[in-house]
């Protein structure tokens, strides 16, 4: 587990909001309500109140700010180094300090202003004590304002940093830039590092991790470095150094083989003498990367010396290919191996480890006489074992028959069914629905009869069966099928037209039209209808309805009605009468129509004109002390 989370640092806000947050929290927070004529002691209290509120808010908020950011000399000495080559060891205490004065400032003014307020003789003065103290307090804060800023940049910066557990078990990656130091740690953890055919794309630390012998490893990949003096590195180059130094790792020193990376194998041998004091107690193995395209073998005899010289001195060089993925895992098993091996051993020569062996005791019986007593080894196990070693062919798998077979191969479960007669594997199986056997209802000649109604059916259609006997329609029939083929066409040739018309409005349904009758006659006809005698036909007799309808009717002179009921239309019966079923209905919805009218019949008494006061007494007017002044309010 990591030892440190730099993610749950508080924000740091910036100098004006730092102020208006706390002055707004006063607010909401405070009693808001004084009067001059309070006794003096609680009006002391109110802006004394005030005065400790803000400078409480103030010192809650900057102890968080200063308990949160990690101190440099209780930290891991990695992250201490680490943070001094990334934000400047100095800098960063001195905002720590400035803040630490800020808020004891910011007390000392609050317990100078509460000691004074207690002289306060009014109203008047203590604000004005209250007024002098909030705003020294702001005035302090707004000083702090450049240190404020750049812990907040540095709170960003250390919330992205990878956590990296500087005591777990670590595979660390160091060489030159573009060797293939990012593509190794995309290989053997779950990592997704930036890859650029360019040199520094790792700009900063990055992590992964990885399961090995049930345990986990974090890989750390670092930033490349040049072969120049330390004064002389940048801050990309020294968070590689600062890895090196302070993590106990297992160091993997990457060098390009093939010397794409822009750098020759001198110059890189140079650079690994150059850190190898970094190396000091640590396992230590040289990968020779890029092997894909040019191995140990195949080179120079200078470089191929520089190898050997490195093997002479008992390190360990591995070729490896992150494109064809070949050594990747053999340089990880090598690694953690020696890396686990190195920490007993450390832990071996530590004084810890002689607690442990105190509470550890082998017993090693001694012999009782010099007869020899050989491992006993049952005969049965001796005949499984020789069994296992005859070389019987190997079954063959469904995987091997798939891969052999290709596109013709199918999975066939049934072969490997027990059962008591073997022939019966491939028979098919009968399908079952409702409890009967869907075999059992289908007829076995069911194909034969088929053919046979197919070829009946041959020979009715060369026997004319089917045809249709157009002939045989007589004139009439005829008439009617070349009138109806003419109405059709004139049909679409009335659609074509109507879409043709540009209609901007909304288009009305054939219903709202009114067609003329003489218009109507005359269509027909020219389709070659007969519209003579059609008085009596069904559209006459409708035009002439609705013109009766839309007419407005004269009335004949006669007697006033006697009722009201009889003025009105016999189709339609009262409002009040509608859906009513019978007398007792009829009372029953009159009751309730009475009863939902009462409240408003009541509210309706109280209205503006009946000048109603709803309060006689109104509590604000007549409540408490009265100043002095005439008794009308007015």
Not at 179 to 192: E, L, P, Y
Request: charged letters at 35%.
């Amino acid at each position: 587990m990591a030892l440190y989370n730099f993610k749950k640092i508080m924000v740091v806000p910036t100098a004006k909001d730092f102020i208006d947050l706390t002055l707004s929290k006063t607010q909401r927070k405070t009693p808001t309500v004084i009067h001059k004529h309070y006794q003096i002691h609680r009006i002391r209290h109110f802006y004394m109140r005030k005065v400790k509120f803000t400078q409480q808010n103030y010192h809650d908020r900057l102890t968080q700010i200063l308990t949160d950011f990690p101190k440099l000399d209780d930290i891991h000495p990695f992250y201490a180094d680490l943070m001094n080559v990334l934000y400047d060891k100095d800098h960063y205490k001195l905002a720590l300090g400035q803040i630490n004065i800020a808020k004891n400032l910011i007390d000392n003014v609050a317990k100078d202003y509460v000691r004074l307020m207690k002289y306060g003789d009014s109203l008047y003065r203590c604000k004005q004590l209250k007024r002098a103290a909030l705003g020294r307090m702001c005035t302090i804060l707004k000083r702090q304002k450049q240190s404020l800023e750049y812990l907040e940049q540095v709170r960003q910066h250390l919330s992205r940093l990878p956590t990296i557990d500087p005591n777990t078990r670590t595979l660390l990656l160091c060489g030159y830039p573009n060797v293939g130091k990012s593509s190794f740690i995309n290989k053997v953890t779950r990592a997704d590092v930036e890859v650029q055919p360019y040199a520094f794309t790792t700009k900063s630390l990055f992590v992964g991790h990885m399961d090995y012998k049930y345990l986990r490893w974090q890989v750390v990949d670092t930033p490349g470095i040049l072969d120049h003096p330390l004064e002389e590195r940048n801050t990309i180059e020294m968070q590689a150094i600062t890895a090196l130094a302070h993590l106990r790792a297992a160091v993997l020193y990457v060098m390009d083989a093939s010397e794409q990376c822009g750098h020759t194998l001198s110059q890189q041998l140079e650079l690994f003498n150059n850190i190898r004091p970094l190396f000091a107690n640590k396992p230590l193995i040289v990968v020779a990367n890029k092997c894909d395209v040019k191995k140990i073998s195949e080179l120079s005899e200078e470089n191929q010396k520089i190898f050997a010289d490195i093997v002479a001195e008992g390190i360990p060089v591995i070729e490896t290919s992150t494109l064809t993925e070949e050594g990747v895992m053999q340089v990880r098993t090598e690694a953690c191996d020696r890396l686990l091996a190195h920490r007993v051993d450390t832990k071996m020569k530590g004084k810890k480890v002689h607690d442990v062996l105190n509470r550890l005791h082998l017993a090693m019986p001694t012999k009782r006489d010099n007869k020899e007593r050989p491992p006993f080894i049952p005969e049965g196990a001796v005949i499984h074992r020789k069994a296992m070693e005859i070389d019987a062919p190997k079954r063959k798998l469904e995987r091997d028959l798939e891969i052999e077979l290709g596109d013709d191969y199918t999975l066939d479960l049934q072969k490997y069914w027990d059962l008591m007669n073997a022939e019966e594997k491939s028979d098919k199986i009968p399908e079952i629905w409702e409890g009967h056997n869907i075999a059992d209802y289908i007829d076995p000649d069911i194909m034969k009869c088929l053919s046979q109604l197919e070829k009946e059916e041959e020979l009715r259609e060369k026997a004319g069966e089917y045809d249709s006997d157009e002939e045989s329609e007589d004139e009439e029939m005829q008439e009617i099928r070349k009138l109806a083929s003419q109405i059709r066409e004139k049909r679409k040739l009335k659609i074509l037209e109507s879409k043709e018309k540009d209609v901007h409005g909304s288009r009305l349904p054939r219903t709202a039209k009114k067609v003329d009758r003489a218009t109507l006659e005359k269509e027909m006809e020219d389709l070659g209808l007969d519209m003579t005698d059609k008085d009596e036909s069904h559209y006459v007799q409708q035009a002439r309805r609705s013109g009766s309808l839309i007419r407005k009717r004269k009335r004949d002179a006669s007697a006033p009605p006697t009722s009201r009921t009889r003025s009105q239309s016999a189709s339609r019966p009262p409002r009040d009468q509608s859906g009513i079923r019978d007398a007792k209905m009829l009372k029953k919805a009159k009751t309730m129509m009475k009863n939902s009218q009462k409240g408003m019949n009541r509210q309706g008494k109280k209205g503006e004109s009946d000048r109603h006061v709803f309060d006689l007494k109104p509590k604000h007017l007549l409540a408490g002390k009265r100043k002095s002044g005439s008794t009308s309010r007015r």
